[in-house]
């Protein structure tokens, strides 16, 4: 009994003393085991890198924009400023109207929106950075104003087919937005009537 006990310490000690020596001489240190990157490799690395965009770069308000204008213009004439009929609402008291224009320029079709704003006798326009005319819907979407920072949006539809004909009254129909900073301050349904621009 007695020297079966120590066959099997010994052999215990044996098998430790094994494993011990095996870690010592062949496992490799794991700080060791990957290759130092070579310098072309960094410098590689360095090159397709992006360069550090600051955080705080200030942009610059977009001051002109794309107008599309998909019409037929030998029978639908949408050009003219357009007014608010009957009485302003309060919270757009500032907004005198807008004007849409169409011209054919040497790079094919154009024109232009522009929105007009009224503070005493003051007035100003505030460009329009995307706008959409059909023969049923007049959308845009102006730049912030220059001295308000407040921007607009318009979503409207024609309700009369024929403007020349309207006499004075409404032919456009639709949701005037206001926000200031991303925020909506007034929104109104309104409607318009249209004053064709003189030759």
């Known amino acids: 009994m007695r020297r079966s006990i120590v066959s099997v310490v010994a052999t ?7 494993v011990g020596v095996n870690r010592l ?8 085991t990957a290759p130092a990157p070579r310098a072309e490799t960094v410098a590689a690395v360095a090159a397709v890198a992006p ?11 977009l001051r002109e924009g794309k107008i599309i204008f998909d ?24 907004f005198s109207g807008f004007s849409i224009t169409y011209y054919e320029d040497n790079d094919g079709t154009g024109g232009d929106i522009m929105f007009f704003t009224k503070t005493g006798e003051t007035y100003d326009e505030v460009p329009v950075i995307f706008g959409w005319v059909t023969e049923r819907r007049v959308i845009f979407l102006t730049a912030p104003h220059l001295k308000t920072q ?12 024929d403007a020349d004909a309207a006499n004075g009254t409404a032919v456009l129909r639709g ?8 925020r ?16």
């Open 12 to 18: 215990l000690l044996a098998f430790v003393a094994g």
């Open 25 to 32: 001489i062949w496992a490799p240190s794991e700080k060791n």
């Open 51 to 61: 360069p550090a965009v600051p955080v705080n770069t200030p942009l610059e308000p």
């Open 71 to 94: 019409y037929n213009d030998d029978t639908f004439f949408p050009d003219g400023s357009y007014y608010i009929e009957g009485k302003t609402p309060k919270e757009f008291a500032e």
């Open 150 to 161: 407040v921007e607009y949006r318009f979503d409207g539809e024609f309700i009369q087919s």
């Open 175 to 182: 949701t005037l937005t206001k926000t200031d900073g991303g």
């Open 184 to 199: 909506k301050v007034a929104q109104r349904v309104i409607r318009l009537r249209r004053e064709q621009h003189a030759c």
